[in-house]
């Protein structure tokens, strides 16, 4: 099984190649990215639980909006 943080770096890693003009880069890893994700079970990677993914606002505590203060 390929860990979700390999799959988000080659996501990210084919984003800059496309953002440097780098096709032949951004095509092998593609490709690269098709064949982790083959791996994975399922080839699904949408449950980022315990990725280390940063909390959003509303899991942080004290982000009640009712008690927001202006």
Avoid: F, Y
């Avoid at 953002?19 to 080839?43: F, I, K, M, P, V």
């Amino acid at each position: 099984m390929v860990s979700p943080d390999i799959i988000a770096q080659l996501r990210q890693d084919i984003t800059t190649a496309e953002d440097a003009g780098d096709q032949a880069a951004a095509q092998r890893l593609r490709a690269d990215l098709n064949a982790a994700l083959e791996e994975t079970e399922g080839g699904s990677t949408t449950d980022l639980s315990g990725t280390g993914a940063a909390p959003q606002p509303a899991d942080l505590p004290g982000s009640d909006p009712e008690n927001l203060q202006n």
